[in-house]
């Protein structure tokens, strides 16, 4: 039977909420300084995401060998994964060994920020906030975009984007307008967006499932008890395919940033 403390406990925690995206601060008695909301749960795994990175691929090239160690050879391979099947075949090898060390850090720290989501105890992924997806899509704007004025000049990259070839005159004010707020305003926010969704989505059938499972479980009814396995089952089973998602959406981010940096260094469209 359910007492009332615990009636009162899953009554706060079923069903979930947007509350269970306000993650409090880990040193409350910072809350009246300017540090207050600075060190929660989300902060924490993406300075512990950095932290990762950095030591491991130090210390898989702490002393590099012809022969590579095994840390070695994990780190190397890893980031010819991305230059070599992202940024060389989109770009060629001279732009593509050029612009790979910034989509490789970009695919592994996407890759490990999206990996907290399966992780016991923090189970949210920081893309789960659109405030990283954007800072990540905005960074990815400002590089194709730069790369491409400095090739072609602000007038010819507006043309390049704003004026698709063979296209009448008398439509073209109408298709200059449409073509640069897709080309040129959209791109960060659809990039963001693609990342954000698919995390917030993962992190919220998660917790429906466990804690529809806790609700159940806590249940006076045996039938619905028994029922609690069937959703615990859902959420391993969901845990298994939000791995997939992880590492789908940190190489479609990366893919597509490769994508518009190619077409801001194409001659022509």
């Known amino acids: 039977m359910v007492t009332d403390t615990g009636a009162a406990s899953l009554a706060a925690e079923f069903p979930p909420g947007i509350d269970d995206f306000d993650f409090r601060d880990w040193f409350p008695g910072l809350s009246d300084t300017a ?42 391979s890893a980031y010819g ?29 996407i890759l490990l920020m999206n990996f907290w989501a399966v992780v016991p105890g923090v189970q ?32 010819g990259y507006l043309k390049m984007n704003c004026v698709p070839p063979g296209v009448p005159g008398f439509i073209l004010p109408i298709i200059i307008p449409l073509e640069f707020v897709q080309n040129l305003l959209l791109r960060p926010i659809t990039l963001a967006l693609r990342l954000f969704a698919n995390m917030f989505a993962g992190h919220l059938i998660l917790l429906v499932f466990i804690t529809g499972g806790l609700a159940m479980l806590n249940s ?3 039938l619905v008890q028994g029922l609690s396995v069937f959703s615990f089952l859902m959420a391993i089973a969901m845990s298994l395919f939000e791995l997939i998602v992880i590492g789908l959406q940190a190489y479609v ?13 194409a001659d022509e469209h």
Request: proline share 4%; charged share 10%.
């Open 35 to 76: 540090w207050a909301n600075v060190f929660t749960t989300i902060t924490a795994a993406v300075w512990a995401t950095v932290l990762i990175l950095v030591i491991f691929f130090f210390w898989a090239y702490r002393s590099p060998k012809i022969v590579p160690t095994k840390s070695q050879w994990m780190a190397e």
């Open 253 to 265: 981010f990366t893919l597509l940033t490769a994508l518009y940096v190619q077409g801001a260094l």
């Open 81 to 109: 994964f991305i230059r070599n099947s992202i940024s060389i075949d989109l770009l060629g090898k001279k732009d593509g060994v050029r612009f790979a060390p910034y989509f490789a850090t970009l695919f592994f720290f």
């Open 220 to 222: 006076a009814n045996m």
């Open 124 to 155: 949210i992924s920081p893309n789960a906030h659109i405030a990283f997806p954007l800072v990540l899509g905005f960074l990815s704007w400002l590089i194709y975009n730069f790369v491409g004025i400095k090739k072609h000049g602000l007038i």
